[in-house]
């Protein structure tokens, strides 16, 4: 299903034409999970698990290199995410919870609140072991994760992402790195 969600630009907005790409029935998915609902929730975990993995090896920053490191490799990681697999997931999702509200909510706590919660995490601690200056981790956290959803914009309201790795790797690290240095920069007024 992944690979079927991966074509954003020939990718249909309903569950049933994602499932007609990647091969499986309807009849297939229920005999894997209780309901289509479930399903979709369950994709969301993966996806949110894929993208917090470099986050999870490195909870604990010793260094600001190390934690722009660690920002850096879970930024590509959410960037490509973003540009490919995720625009079809979302879109899919937004024809599902128009008929079915509650699985909107479902979906966001098993997708982006978990990403959230784990970025949140690696923030407090690099604030705790005074190497960024993060006065609220739950605000920074949203605001990178808002930096990083750019091509996730792009291709849901412009046109599929173009899909440039030097290009995508750059942004990421220029991202990141002004990212650090406003918190290093408000580090620097406080003390």
Not at 62 to 75: K, M, N, Q, W
Not at 121 to 136: K, M, P, Q, V, W
């Amino acid at each position: 299903m992944s690979e079927a969600l991966a074509h954003p630009s020939g990718t249909p907005a309903g569950l049933n034409g994602i499932l007609d790409r990647s091969g499986y029935s309807k009849e297939d998915i229920l005999s894997a999970f209780e309901s289509v609902d479930d399903l979709i929730v369950a994709i969301a975990e993966h996806k949110a698990s894929l993208i917090s993995q470099p986050l999870v090896r490195r909870a604990r920053p010793g260094t600001v290199d190390d934690a722009r490191e660690t920002l850096i490799a879970f930024g590509r990681v959410a960037w490509k995410e973003y540009s490919t697999t995720l625009v079809g997931f979302i879109r899919m999702v937004m024809t599902e919870s128009a008929r079915n509200p509650a699985l909107k909510k479902r979906v966001h706590e098993a997708g982006q609140a978990i990403v959230t919660l784990r970025l949140r995490e690696f923030l407090a601690a690099a604030n705790e072991r005074g190497i960024l200056s993060i006065s609220d981790a739950q605000l920074y956290a949203e605001q990178l994760m808002g930096l990083l959803r750019e091509p996730l914009y792009q291709a849901l309201m412009l046109s599929p992402a173009t899909r440039q790795e030097a290009a995508t790797a750059d942004r990421v690290r220029a991202s990141i790195e002004r990212f650090i240095h406003g918190c290093a920069s408000a580090r620097s007024i406080t003390q």
